[in-house]
């Protein structure tokens, strides 16, 4: 079981090598994160998109393009079906967004020709480490799912929880978030949350424990679990994933993590036949190359 | 204009002495943050409660209850209407919840003929100081308001306003926050960012500068507005106040930052007549008394 980023790269060392396909590659944050990742054998790349400008980024940034395959394409909807293609095929092993914009990037994903769709619902999953908590904690969704449904939210745990096992620990505890513990009939996500706990209970969602309404402390902190009193509950403190009620909730903590708190993370679209690595142009290259050893994790999984 | 909670008790030192009504005062951890706030010089306080008990707890806690007047009424209710009354009728500046449950405490915040009921929305503030962040931040509503309609949002700003003001900041920047920092018709947080942002543009809203939708690294981190190329808008990293979309995002971020981040806060309730301090059991005493500080400066301002 990976309990830090540390740990999760020592553990993708242990896998046989992987792929990761770049769509629209000639951009120097992309490339930077991808030579890191080839250095520190978390995988390869094959780099779609236009080659001049490829090998001219890689030039300026000291990058050897020799350790990459390159292919040419130089409009980036065709690049992109080329990178998606090539792991749709098995040739590489996740896909992994370049300079080309979110939506036609989807697009590709969602492809049904050469695409990586399947009949899970897509979600996002960002895996984190933070300061002063131990374990890894699995947020979702904070950037894909605006407003989930109770049934897009079974699927959101569905895909959580592989990913969760993914990284060793076998059986997750999932948290659905709110502001308070107990049901409140006019909080819907509390009434949402309830009704996830009783499915888990009834073997309708397995792999994992569910135990929600939850608020964020006794989720997390087991301290504060115990001082509230909450020591019967099957989570006390020992949440693995962090399961927010709407986009805005997520996100907004999310943030907070990344703006305000000592944290490492790195984060993967999920409930595709591959992982696809869809990093924002804000985020460092060391949650990049995160995000990519999280595929390469993720990839070895789905084999 | 205090931009730490050591300044903000400096500047308490500058008012005239205040005094907090405690409701129900027969607990330990309330009678330690009135003694610290005693000590410190930033309030006294009237113990409104079952003064056997009061005169028992104090003893064990060390605590010289002469140092404080103390009115005994065993009743829980009649405790706290009595108590309420006492800021009612301008003996005390401030309101603060003992050992009673919040439903009682807030019936005599709200009693018609003693409370401390106004025309305005009650609303709950949060006042964090947090490491690697310049200035005050304002958190609403965290805790108080579920589900804030448009209209309670104009409340919450302008109350928040009123506190952000009482600590010095003249004209505070509203960040109305959500995932996104575009308005998107399908996410109604956002289309009501835009017209909290429109009602401070045409007059409706003064005394602020209100920017929304904002997503939190634009509002906070001038770093990550400056790379998302947000410098042309009204708040680029520099909000004072931050409006959630409801509780549940509120709740869930305000516990991030108390529970995974280095921070100091204190909140009060407010749209009252007088502060009002609503702290929970799991709070620390300096919590307790970063409330009593805020209280005393909000009341400063009150009178």
Same mark, same amino acid.
């Given at each position: 079981?990976?309990?830090?980023?540390?740990?999760? $790269?020592?553990?993708?060392?242990?896998?046989?090598?992987?792929?990761?396909?770049?769509?629209?590659?000639?951009?120097?944050? &992309?490339?930077?994160?991808?030579?890191?990742?080839?250095?520190?054998?978390?995988?390869?790349?094959?780099? &779609?998109?236009?080659?001049?400008?490829?090998?001219?980024?890689?030039?300026?940034d000291? +990058?050897?393009?020799?350790?990459?395959? &390159?292919?040419?394409?130089?409009?980036?909807?065709?690049?992109?079906?080329?990178?998606?293609?090539?792991?749709?095929?098995?040739?590489?092993?996740?896909?992994?967004?370049?300079l #080309?914009?979110?939506?036609?990037f989807l697009?590709?994903?969602?492809?049904?020709?050469? *695409?990586? @769709?399947?009949?899970?619902?897509?979600?996002?999953?960002?895996v984190?480490?933070?300061?002063?908590?131990?374990?890894?904690?699995f947020?979702?969704d904070?950037?894909?799912?605006?407003?989930?449904? $109770?049934?897009?939210?079974?699927? +959101? +745990?569905?895909?959580?929880?592989? #990913?969760?096992?993914?990284?060793?620990?076998?059986?997750?505890?999932?948290?659905?978030?709110?502001?308070?513990?107990?049901?409140?009939?006019?909080?819907?996500?509390?009434?949402?949350?309830?009704?996830?706990?009783?499915?888990?209970?009834e073997?309708? #969602?397995?792999?994992?424990?569910?135990? *929600?309404?939850?608020?964020?402390?006794?989720?997390?902190?087991?301290?504060?679990?115990?001082?509230?009193?909450?020591?019967?509950?099957?989570?006390?403190?020992?949440?693995?994933?962090?399961?927010?009620?709407?986009?805005?909730?997520?996100? $907004?903590?999310?943030?907070?993590?990344?703006?305000?708190?000592?944290?490492?993370?790195?984060? +993967?679209?999920?409930?595709?036949?591959?992982?696809?690595?869809?990093?924002?142009?804000?985020?460092s290259?060391?949650?990049?190359?995160?995000?990519?050893a999280?595929?390469?994790?993720?990839?070895?999984?789905? @084999?």
């Amino acid at each position: 079981m990976s309990r830090s980023f540390d740990e999760l $790269l020592a553990r993708v060392s242990e896998c046989s090598k992987k792929k990761v396909a770049v769509a629209v590659a000639q951009d120097s944050a &992309v490339l930077e994160a991808v030579e890191e990742a080839r250095v520190r054998g978390i995988a390869d790349a094959v780099l &779609v998109g236009d080659a001049e400008k490829i090998a001219e980024i890689a030039k300026n940034d000291n +990058i050897d393009i020799n350790n990459f395959e &390159v292919i040419d394409e130089k409009d980036n909807v065709a690049a992109a079906r080329k990178a998606v293609e090539l792991v749709h095929n098995g040739y590489a092993d996740m896909y992994m967004k370049g300079l #080309i914009d979110t939506k036609s990037f989807l697009k590709s994903v969602l492809d049904k020709e050469v *695409g990586l @769709r399947t009949d899970k619902t897509l979600s996002h999953v960002c895996v984190f480490e933070l300061e002063g908590h131990e374990g890894l904690l699995f947020l979702s969704d904070v950037a894909f799912l605006p407003y989930p449904s $109770l049934n897009d939210k079974v699927n +959101i +745990i569905r895909n959580t929880v592989e #990913i969760a096992q993914a990284v060793g620990i076998e059986c997750p505890k999932v948290a659905p978030l709110a502001a308070v513990e107990v049901v409140n009939p006019k909080m819907p996500c509390t009434v949402e949350a309830a009704e996830l706990t009783r499915m888990n209970d009834e073997g309708e #969602i397995t792999g994992c424990v569910i135990d *929600g309404p939850l608020s964020l402390d006794i989720a997390i902190d087991q301290e504060a679990a115990a001082h509230k009193g909450a020591n019967g509950r099957k989570i006390a403190g020992d949440a693995d994933i962090l399961l927010f009620p709407d986009i805005h909730a997520g996100n $907004l903590v999310y943030k907070t993590l990344t703006h305000l708190c000592k944290c490492k993370n790195g984060n +993967i679209l999920t409930g595709t036949k591959a992982p696809v690595i869809l990093t924002s142009r804000s985020d460092s290259k060391e949650v990049k190359v995160n995000s990519i050893a999280l595929g390469a994790i993720v990839a070895e999984k789905l @084999r």
